[in-house]
């Protein structure tokens, strides 16, 4: 063992006054040294693992909102998945793999049910607007704006192998085949379009190239003067420089109308939608779960959305969303 040496104080050789200042001082470092090591405690590092899958349209917000995220707390991994809102329901969410789920719809009732025998609880949170997006080649001259007529006419089941140039639509456009690319069946944008542009669930033609990567259509788009495709507006507005928006025409004006945040947030865009995250009730008694859909409820309207593209949710619906958050928590056992 080390020895130590401790100098004796011989008391009788110092007065009483010095013992007394001795003794103030040794209580006035011993206090400062215990505040000092009470502040350097260190807090516990959230730690842990958020999964997500689901909407290709919804992924730009989910992933800048885990960047963010991951600024405060740099030990939980958030890993995003670009799957398709269908695709992401089906295969993550519902049997237990994901989390959250991104949806660019509401989630279907046969999959809510799947979900509810699966033991899984999905809790609906909307997190911002899209303008679904028509896109061409910026060389096409012959078409700036459609109306939902001209839309199904193209898209629709019955223009399988039968509209397939751009003068089958119009006589007056170019005697040249038209080239399709759009989200595949397992995709909420693709579940929007065909609700309210063909009017039917699912209905849309077959002889066209389907994706889950926007970006693929972008690019087939960008080098073709004769394709067409469809998405969400965050990925048109990031690549204006490639590909030209269509305007719609409003069935209930009657006005062209281009897409945009400002047209999506007043409603004259007759394409707007609400986009959603799914969260898994059971999920949020996990901490790095609990505290990351915390943080992205809290930041909808901090302008990573409006940033990245899409319209922000009002204040109310901000407030809407943190409410029922926190009753869940509630009904967890989880906060006061």
């Not at 008391?11 to 001082?25: I, P, Q, S, T």
């Not at 917000?61 to 995220?69: H, L, Q, V």
């Not at 600024?71 to 793999?97: K, M, Y």
Request: hydrophobic content about 35%.
């Amino acid at each position: 063992m080390e020895n130590r040496y401790i100098p004796m104080i011989r008391c009788e050789a110092m007065g009483l006054k010095k013992l007394r200042m001795l003794f103030l001082l040794f209580i006035v470092f011993a206090v400062a040294g215990c505040t000092q090591q009470g502040e350097n405690v260190p807090e516990k590092k959230l730690s842990g693992e958020v999964k997500i899958a689901g909407s290709s349209t919804v992924y730009p917000i989910t992933s800048a909102m885990g960047e963010e995220f991951n600024r405060l707390h740099p030990d939980v991994v958030v890993s995003v998945q670009s799957t398709g809102t269908g695709g992401g329901f089906r295969n993550f969410f519902i049997p237990g793999h994901a989390d959250i789920n991104d949806a660019s719809r509401q989630i279907k009732e046969e999959e809510l049910n799947s979900a509810r025998e699966n033991g899984i609880e999905p809790v609906e949170f909307i997190v911002g607007y899209d303008a679904l997006t028509v896109i061409v080649n910026p060389d096409n001259s012959w078409v700036d704006c459609l109306s939902f007529e001209e839309l199904e006419r193209i898209w629709g089941p019955e223009a399988t192998e039968k509209v397939t140039k751009w003068n089958d639509v119009n006589p007056d456009w170019p005697d040249e085949e038209m080239r399709l690319y759009g989200p595949t069946s397992s995709s909420g944008t693709f579940d929007f379009f065909t609700e309210h542009v063909i009017g039917e669930s699912g209905a849309h033609r077959q002889d066209y190239h389907g994706t889950e990567e926007d970006n693929t259509i972008i690019a087939a788009v960008a080098r073709d003067r004769y394709a067409m495709g469809y998405l969400g507006l965050a990925y048109y507005l990031e690549n204006r420089d490639k590909v030209k928006a269509l305007e719609i025409r409003n069935p209930e004006t009657g006005m062209c109308v281009e897409p945009s945040i400002e047209t999506g947030q007043s409603g004259e865009y007759p394409l707007s939608r609400p986009l959603y995250v799914y969260v898994s009730k059971e999920s949020l008694k996990k901490p790095a779960v609990r505290e990351f859909v915390r943080f992205y409820l809290e930041n909808l309207d901090s302008g990573i959305v409006e940033e990245i593209g899409y319209v922000p949710v009002s204040s109310d619906i901000r407030e809407q969303n943190l409410q029922k958050f926190y009753r869940i928590l509630k009904e967890l056992g989880l906060e006061e």
